[in-house]
């Protein structure tokens, strides 16, 4: 079993839905949480960050994080056709461990016009 | 451009044959990562370094895989005898890890076909 669980989709969306997206864990020891967007054929773009359990807003996305369920989601609001993309759920350990990143399968989006 | 820089972008090499990959991390960030994705799966940690010191290897980093970071800057990846299973996206990410800060910003990736 993965350290870090993602349903792979994909999920497809009408424009102006709300898109989630969600990750499970196994690991207690993950503190830090992020989501990342990927394009086809390019590197990984920091979407949200966040430490520990509780919220975060930034514009149209909300990121959700439950330590006590190992469980941690992203909220996209008014989708447009460019979120179309893969979206990866990361996350690490402390600063001791190294920060390495665990990454999720990732999820296929597609937002359609 | 301040962002995370890898050479080349693309790869294209035959059984057997060695390459060397190039990432030049954002400047200031002493933390420099590389990482390997497969299609459809997630990046898989390969290693990382504090400066110019390896601190940790994945498994998955067999002793085809070298990887160097000289002067604490730059750092270069290098496969030798390269297999089929090779061919994957390889990326870089970098950090100046702060307290509690933990956001590593990847380069645009290496993608190595091996015939």
């Known amino acids: 079993q993965k350290e870090v669980e993602q349903d792979p989709g994909p999920l497809s969306v009408p424009e102006g839905a709300i898109v989630s997206l969600n990750c499970t864990y196994s690991?207690?020891?993950?503190?830090?949480f992020m989501w990342y967007r990927q394009y086809s054929r390019k590197g990984p773009e920091l979407l949200m960050y966040?430490?520990?359990?509780g919220n975060k807003e930034d514009g149209r996305f909300t990121a959700q994080v439950d330590k006590s369920s190992k469980y941690i989601s992203l909220f996209i609001r008014d989708s447009q056709p460019s979120d179309s993309a893969t979206y990866l759920c990361?996350?690490?350990?402390?600063?001791?461990?190294?920060?390495?990143?665990?990454f999720g399968g990732g999820t296929r989006v597609l937002v359609k016009p | 451009d301040t962002g995370v820089s890898q050479n080349p972008r693309h790869k294209i090499t035959k059984r057997g044959q060695n390459v060397t990959f190039r990432c030049d991390p954002i400047?200031?960030?002493?933390?420099l990562y590389w990482y390997r994705q497969t299609l459809g799966q997630g990046p898989e940690f390969l290693t990382y370094?504090?400066?110019?010191?390896?601190?940790?290897k994945s498994r998955l980093l067999s002793d085809r895989f070298s990887a160097e970071r000289p002067k604490g800057s730059f750092s270069t990846l290098e496969i030798q005898r390269t297999e089929q299973g090779d061919s994957a996206m390889y990326l870089c990410?970098?950090?100046?890890?702060?307290?509690?800060?933990?956001?590593?910003?990847f380069g645009p990736g290496t993608r190595l076909t091996v015939l």
């Open positions: 990361a996350m690490s350990a402390d600063k001791a461990a190294g920060n390495k990143l665990t």
């Open positions: 690991n207690s020891a993950f503190q830090y």
């Open positions: 966040t430490y520990s359990s």
């Open positions: 400047s200031e960030h002493n933390r």
């Open positions: 370094f504090q400066n110019e010191a390896q601190l940790e």
């Open positions: 990410a970098s950090i100046r890890p702060t307290r509690g800060g933990n956001e590593q910003f």
